[in-house]
């Protein structure tokens, strides 16, 4: 179970389970094979040693009855109390069962009907109505008590959580159908109704066994059953893929289909299938990896590894990981000497010829520490309080770009009290003969990040660039949409570029452009290869009239029912509402948007997208009041961060200024700018309000303000040449006028007001 806020059996023969409170489906349907998966247990026959070794892997411990052996944690009557949470663990008969109580909630007595995990921690799942199974958020420590293990705690240490919070134990975040049932468990339908806010979720296999990698396998049984003569005729054996022929990319994108940060699309897992044909992954995004692209969030390896310049050479997971222990091939740096070698294998030929494991390479003492190559290339950031998870960019270390980037660095990490500039010293002097280092992509994110205007051109030459890899080429498209015209044409590029998570990542901009430069550019992308980006052209084309669309009207009506379905059915989440309220309100269904916006927030309160767009479109249907009300009712929340809490007060004096309260606006304008200086909107606003007021000297230091953090922005360069001009500053109002014209050379707007300027 994830411990962030986000903003996703038994030995019968017919092994599938309906979680308690569901309607209990009929037998034809729960045996039904048409989907080709053979029941669970049924490869372990022929391959008895690799059954054996996944016994113990964490596939199989990913999810188990709670029953003797499988429970780890202590339920001998031991108890955990932090933070005005109580909790008692304890047995009767053959139940293990937990008494809970909080500051809000009175004390019951629960059953765990399932264990979650196994190391570093277990966590119970707990049977809830609306079929629904929830996580504890007390945890069972399973490491040697040497290592401070052996204990129960809480995931979120000092803190506790009310009952209508998503956080709460009992709330959404901790629910495992929507959150984490479909890597838990193997060819899982989670069954969830969005009217009734239900779930009737049913699996083949209870863990992650054989058919979760190696896809359906009833058919290879069928074969196995088969006379020789014809097992001969049928040379691919009934499997419906073949995971020890695939290249390494294609074999890892199998692997993130649970071991990413990503958005499904609501197909199921796809075996064998590229990974945007079932999930898109998330981008390098604040909140998820620092500005350089290293681990920040719960992101689950696959996003860091795809920058790797190993993934990128053909390596896999299995090259360093044993399939089916989960185990690593080799202990401490033997792993990574396997290749990085004095003689590479034949495989990685290009690799460079050297021994790496001497501190010639790695400059500490042998043996220690800093001389292990995953402490220098991988290192670990520790999630849910004991879990460290090692960074799989493989990157060399950059403390010479901390200042720039405000990313981490392996030697400071270890070296307390050691300057990332100190170390970067350090590494020159160890390699005085080297050049000095290369440009890296976190310069250009950075500075897309802080919204500077430097960013733009890095930011194009990064899309540009096919050598980088294809996750940071489609973060710098994503980030590119904030710098508006200028970046279009290199937008509009991206949306043939050959990678499909770069063209899935180009879309979403033009959903803002008008009809017919929407139409030329995204229908074609209907019939794209890769559903991920049929999806979101779908998405961005919402709204269209339909008679523009031509000939491709049929398919993309066919394509949005499918899509809205497919949204329909994994509404579960509250991003997963958002994605579907956004939809309907662009075809014009603004009801049943607001529906499902107020879902949203039902699931959790302090979702700001859901609550943003609920206000911008409940103004737009003159539902003022309401509007209000939303605002404040988000603003009276107490642990909104304060970038959050700056775009509700934002929205709050926007409301109040449409409404006639000039001051009051400016007074919530003046509080959006103390919790978020960098607020650009709220600048500009700000300006335009105390012009209206008269107060142009006043308005003219606002948009400094904003034009110090952000000189290159149009909206306020055409308020200061503006504002600069009715003072009679008209040197300053032509520089101005000049930046944007480097800006938006085609806009035929600039040159008349320079016109007009030099006219004065």
């Not at 001497?358 to 190559?373: I, K, L, N, Y």
């Not at 070296?415 to 390699?431: E, F, N, Y």
């Not at 609920?614 to 009041?625: I, K, Y």
Request: charged content about 20%.
């Amino acid at each position: 179970m994830c411990s962030h806020r986000s903003p996703d059996g038994c030995a019968l023969a017919l092994l599938i389970w309906l979680l308690p409170g569901a309607a209990l489906a009929t037998p034809p349907e729960l045996a039904s094979t048409s989907d080709g998966y053979a029941p669970e247990g049924h490869c372990d026959g022929c391959h008895q040693t690799q059954a054996q070794n996944w016994q113990q892997s964490d596939h199989s411990w990913a999810m188990r009855p709670a029953a003797e052996g499988n429970v780890l944690g202590d339920f001998s009557g031991a108890e955990f109390s932090e933070a005005g949470v109580r909790a008692r663990f304890f047995r009767e008969g053959e139940r293990y069962r937990v008494s809970l109580a909080g500051p809000a909630e009175p004390k019951r007595h629960w059953t765990v009907e399932y264990t979650f995990g196994h190391y570093p921690l277990q966590q119970y799942l707990v049977a809830q109505p609306g079929g629904r199974l929830q996580a504890l958020t007390v945890a069972w420590d399973s490491r040697p008590a040497a290592q401070g293990g052996q204990r129960w705690f809480s995931l979120y240490p000092g803190q506790s959580f009310h009952p209508d919070d998503p956080l709460h134990w009992q709330g959404r975040y901790q629910n495992w159908n929507a959150m984490c049932a479909d890597c838990h468990s193997t060819n899982l339908d989670k069954g969830y109704q969005a009217a009734d806010d239900s779930f009737a979720t049913t699996w083949h296999e209870l863990s992650v066994g054989c058919q979760s990698c190696h896809g359906p396998g009833q058919a290879h049984i069928d074969w196995a059953g088969e006379e020789a003569e014809k097992r001969a005729q049928a040379p691919d054996k009934g499997l419906s893929l073949s995971l020890g022929t695939m290249p390494g990319p294609q074999l890892a994108e199998q692997c993130a289909r649970c071991h990413s940060r990503r958005q499904t699309l609501g197909v199921g897992p796809q075996p064998g299938q590229p990974l945007l044909d079932s999930a898109l992954p998330s981008l390098l995004s604040p909140g998820l990896y620092h500005a350089d692209g290293q681990i920040q969030g719960e992101v689950y390896v696959y996003g860091s590894f795809a920058q790797s310049r190993m993934h990128q050479q053909g390596v896999s997971c299995t090259d360093c990981h044993e399939p089916h222990t989960s185990a690593l091939r080799f202990e401490g740096n033997a792993l990574c000497t396997q290749c990085h070698q004095a003689a590479p294998p034949e495989r990685f030929s290009t690799l460079k010829a050297a021994n790496y494991d001497t501190p010639t390479h790695h400059h500490h003492p042998q043996g220690s520490s800093g001389a292990q190559c995953v402490n220098c290339h991988m290192p670990a950031t520790t999630y849910m309080v004991v879990d460290p998870r090692r960074d799989h960019s493989f990157r060399i270390p950059r403390p010479d770009l901390s200042a720039q980037t405000g990313s981490p660095d392996a030697c400071t990490g270890c070296h307390d009290g050691m300057t990332p500039q100190q170390a970067a010293t350090a590494i020159d002097r160890w390699r005085p003969e080297n050049p000095a280092p290369a440009p890296h992509y976190g310069q250009a994110l950075a500075m897309a990040r802080a919204g500077e205007a430097e960013g733009l051109p890095a930011l194009q030459q990064l899309v540009d660039a096919p050598q980088q890899p294809a996750i940071v080429r489609a973060s710098a498209v994503a980030a590119l949409i904030d710098y508006g015209a200028p970046a279009l044409s290199t937008l509009d590029a991206a949306l043939s570029d050959p990678s499909a998570l770069v063209r899935a990542s180009a879309i979403p901009v033009f959903a803002q452009a008008p009809d017919a430069v929407r139409t030329a550019r995204l229908i074609p992308l209907l019939d794209d290869p890769t559903l991920a980006v049929r999806d979101e052209a779908v998405k961005a084309l919402a709204g269209v009239p339909l008679a523009q669309l031509g000939q491709a009207q049929a398919g993309y009506q066919a394509a949005l029912e499918d899509y809205l379905q497919r949204l329909e059915q994994n509404a579960d989440l509250p991003g997963n509402r958002l994605n579907l309220a956004v939809v309907l309100t662009r075809i014009g269904q603004p009801q049943q948007a607001v529906a499902h916006y107020r879902a949203a927030l039902e699931m959790d309160p302090r979702f700001l997208p859901a609550r943003l767009n609920l206000v911008t479109l409940l103004s737009q249907m003159g539902e003022t009041a309401e509007v209000s009300g939303l605002l404040d009712q988000g603003l009276a929340l107490s642990d909104v961060a304060d970038a959050d809490r700056a775009q509700l007060g934002y929205l709050k004096a926007l409301a109040l200024a449409e409404s006639g309260q000039i001051e009051a606006a400016l007074v919530w304008l003046d509080r959006t700018l103390k919790w978020q200086p960098t607020h650009l909107r709220g600048h500009y606003n700000r300006a335009l309000i105390q012009d209206r007021l008269g107060r142009k000297e006043e308005a003219l230091a606002a948009l400094q303000q904003g034009l110090v953090l952000a000189p290159a922005s149009p909206d306020l360069l055409y308020a200061s040449v503006y504002l600069n001009a009715t003072l009679g500053n008209l040197p300053q109002a032509l520089s101005d006028l000049a930046t944007l014209r480097q800006l938006r050379p085609d806009d035929p707007k600039l040159q008349r007001l320079e016109s007009q300027l030099r006219g004065q």
